[in-house]
């Protein structure tokens, strides 16, 4: 019973990682802000060139450009652990707008039930993510579930440290072949898992 209760939480919150990732390919960079136009300049009249003088005038430069700061996003905060709780750490490599959106879908899951309780911990990015699971692999400190992008997928297999979602969504019963988009669920399937 137990086992079947992990299974079927760990096969939701891989489906909330499989969620992430196409968040993430869908996610855009923001808009580069536009270039101003250069202010238009008269054009000059022949004069006499200035009279030398003593003393060099010193070097000015122009102002450095500015661009508008990148908009400040605030971390959704993890709920608490219940006391008791089985600890499930997830590893994910989204920042900003999609790393809030994978906290809240980990705080939805972690409000609807007392029984497990899933500490996401967020990394820099997708290649830190994959980087340190692979130096976690000779410690042995890895985390229960980890999200990385497609193109990780087969590097994710070669360690031999990780179990296809298909293999949940078997046990489960589940089929979400119509729910994806055929070339995504193509970029994470190997083997046909």
Known sequence: MIHVK??????????????????????????????????????????APPAPTSASPEATSAPAATSAPAPTITPVPAVEQPAGATKITFWFGLTGANGNVVRTLVNMYNSSQSTYYVEAVQQP????????????????????????????????????????????IDQEGLTLADDLEPAVARYYTIGGK
């Open 125 to 168: 990015d997708y290649d830190a993510t994959i980087t340190k699971f692979n130096t976690s692999l000779a410690g042995g400190d890895l985390p229960n579930v980890v999200q990385i992008y497609d193109i990780g997928t087969q590097r994710m297999i070669d360690t031999k440290r990780i179990l296809p979602v298909q293999d949940f």
């Open 6 to 47: 992990i299974a079927r939480s760990l096969s939701t919150l891989l489906l909330l990682g499989m969620l992430a990732s196409l968040l993430a390919a869908c996610g855009g960079s923001p808009a580069a802000p536009s270039p101003t136009a250069a202010p238009s300049v008269a054009p000059a009249t022949a004069a």
